[in-house]
């Protein structure tokens, strides 16, 4: 045979060889099962196990989570604007990666075993839609995260199934106590309340304008013994809950307001630190909650002997604990000068 024909088929034996080396070490093992031409391949997939299984699927077994969430502004379809569970908690379901898919009986679903996620950087999470962005569209709410919360978490005062509503917070009374059978009652609570209401210096807070809701709770706190004082305990522990219901309607109803919110008003209070205080008490000290008190009308003493109770925790509450924890003396003295800024007019 002429050479130059050994050189050829010499040529063509190398890159035969080269070629099956290739297929066998470079192609994926799957590639003639799922190719991209083996349609089949698609409708196989589309009938695989969903990953995300949808609100739907959570209902038979969390009902009481669903109802609270659909019924919240996380779940308003006319707007357009759903974040269903598995935004939140992962997906349900997962396909096997080993498998590639090969049959539709493969993977986990949640809850025979696969656990959901539960997110405890909330911070992370719902500041992912929430944080105030430059491009962000004006309609979406937005908040400055560092204002708003600090460090805390979202959950500690949001209902993360319907954050509109508030964890701590309280309903209102279903029956309201009668003002005018509370303004016989209250003679004895004067010397230390202040007439009126108004304490101004005396060892009892305000209760002039003071939220009826609040009032309620906080006198029913000092009858059960949740909240401790040695001057209120025996007090309360003399009323029934009639005369407490009452008695929070007599002083709810006295006058005690603070000028109006401005913007300087809440340029301040950012001033002085109370930037995560203003969603609840306001910038002003009136509340945005009838559960929470207002602090108009409080003293600076006042003021920094709650807060420093909620520190050691002597005076219960969730959201208080928490923020007053964090706070030295210094951080107590400038919110309590600030809020008690604030008197009856
Ligand atoms: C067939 C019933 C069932 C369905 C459907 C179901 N779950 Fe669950 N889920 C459970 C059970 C049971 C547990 C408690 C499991 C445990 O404690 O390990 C649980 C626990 C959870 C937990 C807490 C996880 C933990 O570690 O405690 C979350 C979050 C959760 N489910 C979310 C969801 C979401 C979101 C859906 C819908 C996509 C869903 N579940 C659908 C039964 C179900
Ligand atoms: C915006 C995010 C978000 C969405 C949407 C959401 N969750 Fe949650 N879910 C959370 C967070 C955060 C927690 C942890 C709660 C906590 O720390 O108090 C949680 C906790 C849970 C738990 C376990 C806590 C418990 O009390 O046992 C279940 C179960 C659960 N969610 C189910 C659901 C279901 C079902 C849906 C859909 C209807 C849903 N979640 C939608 C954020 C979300
Ligand atoms: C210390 C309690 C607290 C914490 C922590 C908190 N919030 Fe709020 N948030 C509130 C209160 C109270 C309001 C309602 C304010 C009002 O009505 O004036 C509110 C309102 C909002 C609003 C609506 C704002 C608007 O313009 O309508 C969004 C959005 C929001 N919070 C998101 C978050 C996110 C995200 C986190 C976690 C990074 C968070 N919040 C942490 C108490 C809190
Ligand atoms: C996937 C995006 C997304 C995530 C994640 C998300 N949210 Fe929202 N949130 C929305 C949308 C959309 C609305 C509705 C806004 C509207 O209608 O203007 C909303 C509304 C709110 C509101 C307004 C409530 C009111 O009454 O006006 C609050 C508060 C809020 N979310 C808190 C949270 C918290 C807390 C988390 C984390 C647990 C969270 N969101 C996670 C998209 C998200
Ligand atoms: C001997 C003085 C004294 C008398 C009398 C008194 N109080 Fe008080 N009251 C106090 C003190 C001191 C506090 C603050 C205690 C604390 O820090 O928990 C207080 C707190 C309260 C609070 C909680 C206010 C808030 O903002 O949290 C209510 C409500 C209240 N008193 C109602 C009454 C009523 C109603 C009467 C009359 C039936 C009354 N008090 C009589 C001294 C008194
Ligand atoms: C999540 C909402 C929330 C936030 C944010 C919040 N508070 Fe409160 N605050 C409450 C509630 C609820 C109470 C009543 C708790 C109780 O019953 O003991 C309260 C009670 C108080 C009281 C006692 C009022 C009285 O009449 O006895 C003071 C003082 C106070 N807060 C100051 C602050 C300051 C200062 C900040 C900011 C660092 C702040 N709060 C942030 C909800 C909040």
């Known amino acids: 045979m002429p050479k130059h024909a050994v ?5 063509l034996v190398i890159f035969g060889a080269l070629a099956v080396a290739a297929r066998y ?6 590639y003639y ?5 083996r349609g089949d391949a698609v409708m196989e997939i589309a009938q695989d196990k969903p990953r995300y299984q949808g609100t ?6 969390h009902s009481d989570k669903v109802s609270e969430w659909s019924k919240s502004v996380h779940n308003n379809p006319d707007a357009g604007k759903v974040v269903k569970c598995e935004v939140c908690h992962g997906p349900a379901g997962s396909r096997d990666p080993q498998q590639h898919y090969m049959h539709a009986a493969t993977g986990r679903v949640h809850p025979d075993d696969l656990k959901m996620a539960i997110p405890t950087d909330t911070q992370a999470l719902c500041k992912l839609c929430h944080e105030q962005t430059a491009g962000r569209p004006s309609q979406q709410r937005q908040i400055v995260v560092k204002d708003h919360a600090g460090a805390l978490q979202c959950t500690l005062c949001h209902n993360p199934h319907s954050p509109g509503t508030f964890v701590g917070s309280l309903a209102a009374p279903e029956h309201r106590g009668d003002a005018e059978a509370g303004k016989g009652k209250i003679a004895t609570c004067l010397d230390c309340h202040g007439a009126n209401g108004i304490s101004a210096g005396l060892p009892g807070p305000t209760l002039a304008g003071q939220n009826q809701t ?16 040695p001057m209120m305990a025996p007090i309360a522990a003399a009323m029934s809950d009639a005369d407490i219901k009452d008695i929070a309607a007599y002083f709810s109803s006295l006058k005690c307001k603070s000028a109006a919110n401005t913007a300087e008003q809440t340029a301040a209070a950012h001033e002085a630190g109370a930037s995560v205080c203003v969603n609840c008490h306001g910038a002003n000290g009136s509340s945005a909650d009838r559960g929470w008190p207002n602090l108009v009308g409080q003293s600076k003493d006042y003021i920094v002997g709650t807060l420093k109770a909620y520190a050691g925790g002597q005076r219960p509450n969730t959201a208080m604990n928490a923020l007053a ?9 400038k919110l309590a000068a600030y809020y008690a800024g604030y008197s009856c007019k």
Not at 25 to 30: P, R
Request: hydrophobic share 30%; net charge neutral; with cysteine.
């Open 56 to 61: 739907a699927y959570c209902e038979s077994c």
């Open 33 to 37: 099962k799922y190719g991209y031409y």
């Open 214 to 229: 609040y009032l309620i709770a906080t006198l029913t706190e000092y009858k059960t013994g949740k909240r401790n004082d």
């Open 7 to 11: 050189r050829l088929v010499l040529l």
């Open 325 to 333: 924890k964090g706070m030295n003396d210094a951080d107590v003295e």
């Open 25 to 30: 070490f470079l192609v994926d093992k799957s």
